[in-house]
């Protein structure tokens, strides 16, 4: 409290607005296979578009039912928890896309000596009393796989520059840098000549790769010829080594590096994540399948890259390897953190392996200057290696198919994972996810849903949902199931965090364009989203209200009254699925897997018990630290009980009772820091018996 010790006025501002949280009831945990995305890691999904791009699509050669769930269960609620298992033997996929080098030609670039004995600088004024050129013109055609890039040669003119005079050893020179592409970017830029670097004085086409053809000729006047026939113009030859200044006109070609062996060098890009669904193929309808890098020239420095998702443009990028510009490792990820795609991750490879990537200063920079070593070239006119330090170096224009990825083993260890490591099931155990239900659809193995249920009871969090395998026959072979008495399972299931569905529904697949036989427990959770959505958790998501399937065409056995007692009584715990002849298929039990006789054994109380638990849990932790007295208890009733009536009124409950104060808070228990509260509560129990008692009076008998 303030102590206020000179006069004045004073405001002091109490929150006392206490009041309880608000809480998603429908949110789904599931755990399945799938052939991309993110491994062992809970990803939120919101929508079944979004569960798609994430995961793939469906195939029937994946264990389990996961994503055919998923797909299902979004139809109800829009927040779900998706987790891949997977281990270490998935495989990312990846494609090397070739780097290739620019074509390119030198332009004399010599000083002027004191004593004037020197050729100039064509396109450079000289000192007084020199005679002088004005200037330097270029015709330039551009070649790429055949086809000219200019229709007639582009003409250049080499803007006239200044030489300071001086004496000696002064060398001072204007030199020419053009980026030529499809169109012309790029400017003439002044550089200083040292007599050593001739980088600054290059002509650049803007393309690269063994398919890029660049021809040049000098001239100057209007008679098209070289001044007194100085040959200005240095070529590169076919392997990248330069041919000196020898010619006034050149030739010279592009090389495609290659991108593998002890000298190879490329740029990988590769699957975000691992799995066979980034491979890139043809599906059975014809239409492309799988993820691509397209490279297109843009001509200058930069270069797009495209990443093709289903044979379709699903990223766009502008790279560059210059320092100051779109540099390639900045523009797109490196590794699965900080992402930038979605899809991808790249790096330049050098021997099959990362290479160190230092960003280039310049366009001219050899390749040397960001991958170590010498390298292997592919001419235009044959297939020859020869060790190059090539120049000009950018992604060659092509597609390049991802290839190469798997999705590893699916097995149960897998599923189920390690708590230690948060793999596999265990990535549900986390309080921050809000998981209401859990389910691993598809999976029937007593190990995966063992691991699942005692999950569910340890961390009070959700409902484990299950059911039998797929196949049983009989009635009776679905409750030797459930009570461990089959082939299948050796122990019963005994919980009320769990809850057992039978039999399996017939559905149509739209991916595999035919039907299938769903897992139950997948329309249950479903079900149960849906009664969040219509009504509150502690409904029973049962019944013609809230339990009917609109989607199944089937059921894999047709069950009758005295089925159904069998399944749901004598301590028997299936919920049955029913088809009846005029009102369709439906949901019509609601019990967990408590074989002892309490409120507990409804999956509506359970559900509501889940749902109070976590509300609490919200609303109250920041009394956790206040002082243990009379004034903090009176505060936790004031949370706990308007929470409770609002349950009360929506039909959760019958009644209730909050105690907060000296009985609950002893002597013993404060002096051990502990704050006791008591909330007794009396569920609302649903109407699953309904019976018409009908009398027969006789005639005299007063009604």
């Given at each position: ?285 014809g239409s492309t399948s799988g993820y691509s890098a397209q490279v297109l020239r843009t001509g200058g420095e930069n270069v797009n890259l495209q990443i093709n998702r289903e044979g379709n ?391």
């Amino acid at each position: 409290m303030a102590n206020f010790v000179s006069p004045g006025v004073y405001v002091v501002e109490k929150d006392l607005s206490n009041y309880p949280t608000s809480v998603n009831p429908s949110v789904v945990g599931v755990v399945g296979f799938a052939n991309q995305g993110p491994i062992n890691d809970a990803t939120l999904i919101t929508s079944q578009e979004g569960l798609i791009q994430s995961f793939g699509s469906p195939t029937e050669q994946l264990t389990g039912q996961g994503l055919e769930g998923s797909l299902e269960i979004l139809e109800a609620t829009n927040s779900m928890y998706f987790v891949r298992a997977a281990d270490t033997a998935a495989a990312d996929a990846s494609s090397y896309v070739t780097l290739g080098s620019c074509p390119s030609f030198m332009v004399s670039a010599y000083g002027v000596e004191g004593d004037g004995t020197q050729p100039s600088h064509i396109g450079m004024t000289l000192d007084a009393g020199m005679s002088s050129v004005s200037s330097l013109y270029l015709d330039v055609q551009i070649a790429v796989d055949g086809v000219n890039v200019f229709n007639t040669p582009k003409q250049f003119d080499i803007p006239v520059g200044t030489v300071a005079s001086g004496g000696g050893g002064n060398k001072a020179a204007y030199a020419l840098k053009k980026i030529i592409g499809g169109s012309l970017d790029g400017a003439a830029a002044g550089a200083y000549y040292d007599g050593t670097d001739l980088s600054s004085t290059w002509v650049t086409a803007g393309y690269s790769g063994s398919g890029v053809i660049l021809t040049a000729s000098a001239f100057s006047g209007s008679g098209r010829t070289m001044a007194d026939g100085w040959p200005v113009l240095g070529g590169v030859d076919s392997y990248g080594a330069t041919s000196g200044l020898a010619a006034s006109s050149i030739t010279s070609y592009g090389i495609s590096l290659e991108t593998t062996g002890a000298n190879g060098a490329s740029y990988s890009v590769q699957s975000l994540y691992p799995g066979i669904g980034y491979n890139e193929g043809t599906k059975s309808d014809g239409s492309t399948s799988g993820y691509s890098a397209q490279v297109l020239r843009t001509g200058g420095e930069n270069v797009n890259l495209q990443i093709n998702r289903e044979g379709n443009v699903a990223e766009s990028y502008k790279i560059s390897l210059l320092a100051s510009g779109n540099f390639a490792e900045n523009m797109i990820n490196t590794g699965a953190t900080d992402l930038k795609s979605q899809y991808v991750k790249a790096y330049f490879a050098a021997a099959d392996l990362d290479a160190t990537v230092t960003e280039l200063t310049t366009f001219q920079s050899q390749l040397a200057s960001f991958v170590a070593g010498t390298f292997h070239g592919q001419d235009a006119n044959s297939v020859a290696q020869t060790s190059i330090n090539a120049r000009f170096i950018k992604p060659v224009q092509g597609t390049y198919s991802l290839a190469g990825g798997t999705a590893g083993a699916e097995t149960d260890s897998i599923l189920i994972g390690a708590v230690a490591t948060k793999t596999g099931l265990y990535a549900l155990d986390d309080d921050t996810l809000n998981i209401s239900m859990g389910i691993i659809p598809g999976v029937a193995s007593e190990t995966v849903q063992n691991a699942l249920i005692t999950l569910a009871e340890s961390s009070q969090n959700f409902l484990a949902v299950v059911a039998p395998p797929y196949g049983l026959a009989t009635v009776q072979q679905a409750i030797d199931w459930s009570n461990g008495q089959s082939s299948e399972r050796t122990a019963a299931i005994a919980s009320n965090y769990a809850a057992v569905y039978w039999p399996w529904v017939q559905t149509y697949d739209n991916f595999a364009a035919k039907d299938r036989w769903y897992d139950p427990a997948i329309y249950a959770v479903r079900q149960m989203a849906y009664t969040d959505e219509v009504g509150d958790p502690w409904f029973a998501p049962a019944g013609v209200v809230r339990g009917s399937l609109t989607k199944p065409t089937d059921v894999e056995v047709s069950v009758n009254q005295g089925d159904r007692d069998s399944m749901y009584s004598g301590g028997n715990i299936i919920n049955p699925i029913v088809n009846f002849p005029q009102q369709g298929i439906m949901i019509f039990g609601q019990r967990t897997a408590q074989r002892d006789s309490t409120a507990l054994d409804r999956v509506n109380v359970r559900r509501l018990l889940i749902q109070v638990r976590k509300i609490l849990l919200s609303s109250t932790r920041r009394f956790v630290f206040e002082p243990n007295d009379s004034t903090t208890w009176e505060k936790i009733v004031g949370v706990v009980d308007p929470l409770m009536d609002d349950i009360r009124r929506r039909r959760g409950l019958v009644d209730y009772k909050v105690i907060c104060d000296e009985t609950t808070n002893t002597a013993v228990r404060v002096d051990r820091n502990e704050m006791w509260c008591k909330v007794l509560l009396k569920p609302t129990k649903t109407a699953e018996v309904v019976v018409f008692e009908l009398n027969l009076t006789n005639q005299s008998a007063q009604i």
